[in-house]
Nanobody
Framework: QVQLVESGGGLVQAGGSLRLSCSFSGNIFIFNTMAWYRQAPGKQRELVAVATRAGSRNYADSVKGRFTISRDNAENTLYLQMSSLKPEDTAAYYC???????????WGQGTQVTVSS
């Protein structure tokens, strides 16, 4: 019943910026943890950034200082602001949300980000 829809992906030159959005059905307040993952062809899906309901923010070392995750409860939307993009950032980006009680995990369909050198 919970639905997550990503948008904002596209083609951008190295050094450029892009903002990804993930819209949620229902109330975003129910999710304790919301996150962005990415997966490049032939590689494992990796965690990029995490935002908790309490306000904590964590990032993969590869994106620290370049990416910012934010959570807009009023708009039921999760964002990933990406700057100083590198070709190695090229991947399909997926939105994820999780509840604690009961424990549940939800995924979006993904949005493609391609960074040219």
């Amino acid at each position: 019943q919970v639905q997550l829809v990503e948008s904002g992906g596209g083609l951008v030159q190295a050094g450029g910026s892009l903002r990804l959005s993930c819209s949620f059905s229902g109330n975003i307040f129910i999710f304790n943890t919301m996150a962005w993952y990415r997966q490049a062809p032939g590689k494992q899906r990796e965690l990029v950034a995490v935002a908790t309901r309490a306000g904590s923010r964590n990032y993969a070392d590869s994106v620290k200082g370049r990416f910012t995750i934010s959570r807009d409860n009023a708009e039921n939307t999760l964002y990933l602001q990406m700057s100083s993009l590198k070709p190695e950032d090229t991947a399909a980006y997926y939105c994820n949300a999780a509840t604690l009680s009961p424990p549940s995990n939800y995924w979006g369909q993904g949005t493609q980000v391609t960074v040219s050198s």
